[in-house]
Nanobody, 121 residues
Framework: QVQLQESGPGLVKPSQTLSLTCTVS??????????WSWIRQPPGKGLEWMGV???????YYSPSLKSRTSISRDTSKNQFSLQLNSVTPEDTAVYYC?????????????WGQGTQVTVSS
């Protein structure tokens, strides 16, 4: 059974960098059939796709967040991470990591439980 778990600070001050890590168990982040994504949901709003990392480490970001977003990985720990720079209160959201099944169809098949991040001084 694949499991994803987000971790990181729940409170970040404006202008600082938000850093989150997703620890994956039950499957390798280097398996070619899958990609690994970050998605967020601001309060009262819908899901917002932030970016994705392929099994080869290639990354793609939302155009609206590209200048502030970076996704990286540690294959030895089977983890991938999100950094969002220069945060503002508008970045307050529940942040999710998810696995994307990319063979046959493009499907988000496993999600972490989500972690609340609040941007406030």
């Amino acid at each position: 059974q694949v499991q994803l778990q987000e971790s990181g600070p729940g409170l970040v001050k404006p202008s600082q960098t938000l850093s989150l890590t997703c620890t994956v168990s039950g499957g390798s982040i280097t398996t070619n059939d899958y990609a690994w994504s970050w998605i967020r949901q601001p309060p009262g709003k819908g899901l917002e796709w932030m970016g994705v990392m392929g099994a080869d480490g290639s990354t793609y970001y939302s155009p609206s967040l590209k200048s502030r977003t970076s996704i990286s990985r540690d294959t030895s720990k089977n983890q991938f991470s999100l950094q969002l720079n220069s945060v503002t209160p508008e970045d307050t959201a529940v942040y999710y990591c998810a696995r994307v099944r990319i063979i046959v169809s493009y499907e988000y098949d496993y999600w972490g439980q989500g972690t609340q991040v609040t941007v406030s001084s």
